[in-house]
């Protein structure tokens, strides 16, 4: 799917007209994703690992390896999870790569504390860089139902950077035509 639809443009900011204001919010904020999920939908969500495992770095898109400052002969960490509500409905599916040396405690693909949460926890201050926004569809490589989905770099106090991309459930981040 385009980064676009019939009455969704992005203006010369970047910012999208014609979605919900809470969606455009999400897409644009620099700040903690699972904090702006849980305010939006009012509950707690966890996190589930469907799969973490390293990779060759070649196999990823230069982009994210740029962003992460990777060689392309590192073995970064591609995990790929969701997530959830207290009762199971998947609020986003994402998509995280980093340096497994630089970010031991995200080994852990046991804990159900988001990325977001668990940075919190551990006092790390973090800076979030916005690398892309926009439509996709749900689920991911799926039906083509139009979602929102935030492609962003957080670079951590300690020197590490993690590389999101998150696609959201449409039924919990509204785009128009779903």
């Not at 702006?36 to 469907?50: A, K, P």
């Not at 230069?62 to 960490?77: E, Q, T």
């Not at 800076?127 to 490589?141: E, Q, S, Y």
Request: proline share 9%; hydrophobic share 35%; with cysteine.
């Amino acid at each position: 799917m385009e980064n676009s639809a019939p009455g969704i443009h992005r203006t010369s900011r970047g910012t999208f007209t014609g979605l919900p204001p809470q969606t455009r919010m999400l897409l644009e904020s620099e700040g903690s994703t699972t904090i702006l999920l849980e305010s939006l939908i009012g509950c707690r969500l966890s996190v589930r690992v469907d799969s973490q495992l390293p990779v060759d770095a070649a196999s990823l898109d230069h982009r994210v390896l740029d962003a992460l400052g990777l060689s392309p002969h590192a073995k970064p960490v591609l995990r790929r999870s969701a997530l959830l509500t207290p009762g199971g409905e998947v609020v986003s599916s994402n998509r995280v790569v980093f340096d497994g040396a630089a970010v031991p405690w995200l080994a852990d693909s046991q804990d159900p504390t988001p990325l977001g949460l668990g940075l919190r926890a551990r006092n790390s201050l973090q800076h979030r860089v916005i690398l892309d926004n926009g439509l996709a569809d749900w689920p991911p490589g799926g039906a083509g139902t139009p979602c929102a989905f935030k492609e962003y770099l957080i670079n951590c106090s300690d020197g590490s950077r993690i590389h999101l991309h998150e696609t959201f459930s449409p039924h919990f981040v509204p785009v128009p035509g779903r």
